[in-house]
């Protein structure tokens, strides 16, 4: 991980050129030769007959030429995280050409996922953002099969849905079904990577519109969300990260945990419900998303403001980031990038 870590900031100092909703194929597809995806955000395809310095040649004149396509097959949480991730992308001056695109469907689990995709069920709204929109066009009633068939994507992410994800034995089975069904639809070299989301708030009062499922589960961890988090990770640190199959990945929830129990921001500022963030907590998901994705810690929030039109909230204006919330973020989100997988105490 370190090395596809050094390798992106590498070429980050030879290349320079990210996202809201449109309903037209179209638009999801690319114009750039395609080539053989590279194995890591930096990297990309060599031979083994070239020297040392052809080998830097090349994989910086590829670099520069190549649009990194990321998909995330995901739920709310996803959502949440990506909804903003294409303006942190632009605030934070990105300058590679990029496609960032989410794939949508409420609550959905890798089960869900795989059951969706045997029936190729037209259920999903996919989201597509490229470099230099700042926003999202969407592709409703789509399918997986024509959101993985859109792109040859260079990162294909799982994530966790809101079920109960320690029974590893039957996460396992439905991880190996959608990991095969990625490689029949994307059949050139991609990656596979992992995201971890947030655990439930510890506000009791926020989780009354959770179902009887849902709080089922929550009682199992007492409620409280680090213990929640803890299991979790535990999961994938046990499973996810020992599983060669799986070449980054990213967690935002030990981010949200860091602004709660060390900086001590209210639930009520990061959740608007039971599980999904408000528009402040998706800006800090999304900024310990993209720190974790470029390996660089987050030196400065340049990110001013989220317009009205792109909030989850109406009827308030543009949220307005203050010094004060920038610093926030930034702490949460290098927290995050440092101690991914750890629930911080004080």
């Not at 969706?116 to 709204?125: A, C, L, R």
């Not at 034995?169 to 990577?193: G, W």
Request: charged share 25%; with cysteine.
């Amino acid at each position: 991980m370190m090395k596809r870590i050094l390798a992106f900031l590498l070429a980050l100092t030879f290349v320079f050129p990210l996202a809201s909703c449109v309903s037209d194929r179209s638009l999801i597809g690319t114009t750039e030769t395609e080539e053989e995806a590279p194995s890591s955000i930096a990297s990309s395809v060599t031979r083994e007959e070239e020297s040392t310095e052809e080998r830097a040649t090349n994989e910086q004149s590829n670099w520069e030429k190549r649009i990194l396509k990321i998909l995330i097959l995901g739920n709310c949480h996803s959502n949440d995280v990506f909804f903003q991730l294409a303006r942190v992308f632009e605030a934070q001056g990105f300058e590679q050409t990029y496609v960032l695109s989410f794939l949508y469907y409420s609550g959905c689990s890798i089960k869900m996922h795989v059951n969706f995709g045997e029936q190729n069920s037209p259920v999903y709204d996919f989201y597509t953002s490229r470099y230099g929109e700042g926003k999202y066009s969407v592709k409703e009633k789509a399918t997986l099969k024509e959101a993985l068939s859109a792109q040859q994507w260079d990162y294909v992410f799982f994530q966790n849905g809101t079920e109960d994800v320690t029974d590893e034995t039957a996460n396992l089975v439905y991880r190996r079904k959608l990991e095969a069904m990625v490689n029949q639809y994307v059949p050139l070299k991609h990656s596979f990577a992992w995201h971890l989301s947030w655990p439930a708030p510890g506000d009791r009062d926020m989780l009354k519109t959770a179902s009887k499922e849902r709080l089922e589960l929550l009682a199992k961890y007492d409620y409280d969300p680090v213990k929640q988090f803890t299991a979790y990770s535990g999961v994938v640190q046990n499973n996810i990260l020992n599983d060669d199959t799986y070449e980054m990945n990213v967690c935002t929830g030990s981010a949200i945990l860091y602004a709660t129990k060390v900086l001590g921001v209210a639930d009520q500022d990061l959740y608007r419900d039971h599980t999904h963030m408000s528009d402040f907590g998706r800006v800090i998901v999304a900024y310990a998303f993209y720190a974790q994705l470029t390996g660089k810690p987050i030196e400065e929030v340049k990110l001013e403001r989220i317009p009205e039109s792109a909030r989850k909230k109406k009827g308030e204006g543009d949220l307005v980031l203050d010094e004060n919330m920038k610093n926030i973020v930034k702490e949460c989100a290098n927290y995050a990038l440092s101690n991914p997988w750890v629930a911080p105490t004080k």
